[in-house]
């Protein structure tokens, strides 16, 4: 008689959990967004596709362990705590070559609006792994009136000599991206900020 109660309650909760798994959006809750990237993130991919387009691949929102390798030869405790750490850091772009797609420099977008902003803290740990690496790092912070060269000019100074000679003046455009990036008011990652501020790119500290 407990062995039949027992296997009864069993299948009751056998029936409700393949109720649960077939109930619609409960499995699987998702909806497609709007857009990819904000409008600031949008307009400023604009920016360094004009600047230095044709000279290198880009992309967005890349985790560091995504162009990173641990080295094989440090004990399990250090290559454990690398991956996971590499792995939860996103870089906002990484230009690449061409060629074969290996990462040539990473950016991030910098704003000190909020309580908090956006990355305007100094992250040492992705700054000391891209640098153990050898790939630049390059922190801009968001201004409005930015156009290609200054993008380009800033990009320049921070690649290694050899890949100086890659980078050539970005193709004349109508303004328009200049004009969209100091246009964006609601962006929510990375925020806008409205001030009057120079059009020259400032690398953050």
Do not use: W
Not at 43 to 72: K, P, W, Y
């Amino acid at each position: 008689m407990e062995l039949a109660i027992v296997l009864m309650m069993l299948l009751i909760i056998v029936a409700v959990g393949a109720m649960k798994l077939h109930e619609p959006g409960l499995t699987f809750p998702f909806r497609k967004k709007g857009n990819l990237f904000t409008p600031v993130e949008r307009t400023f991919l604009g920016l360094i596709e004009e600047a230095v387009g044709n000279e290198f691949r880009i992309l967005c929102r890349v985790r560091m362990s995504d162009i990173l390798t641990i080295h094989q030869n440090a004990d399990k405790k250090t290559i454990k705590n690398a991956a996971s750490r590499a792995g939860s850091k996103h870089l906002d772009f990484v230009l690449c070559s061409k060629k074969d797609m290996s990462p040539i420099i990473a950016i991030d977008l910098v704003h000190n609006s909020g309580k908090e902003g956006y990355k305007s803290q100094r992250d040492f740990y992705v700054s000391g792994a891209l640098d153990a690496a050898h790939i630049p790092h390059l922190r801009i912070k968001v201004r409005s009136g930015y156009k290609a060269q200054d993008i380009r000019e800033c990009i320049q100074a921070k690649l290694p000599t050899p890949k100086l000679k890659q980078l050539n003046a970005p193709t004349p455009q109508s303004g328009k991206l200049a004009t969209a990036f100091a246009r964006q008011t609601k962006p929510t990652r990375p925020i806008q900020t409205n001030k009057t501020v120079p059009s020259r790119p400032v690398a953050a500290a």
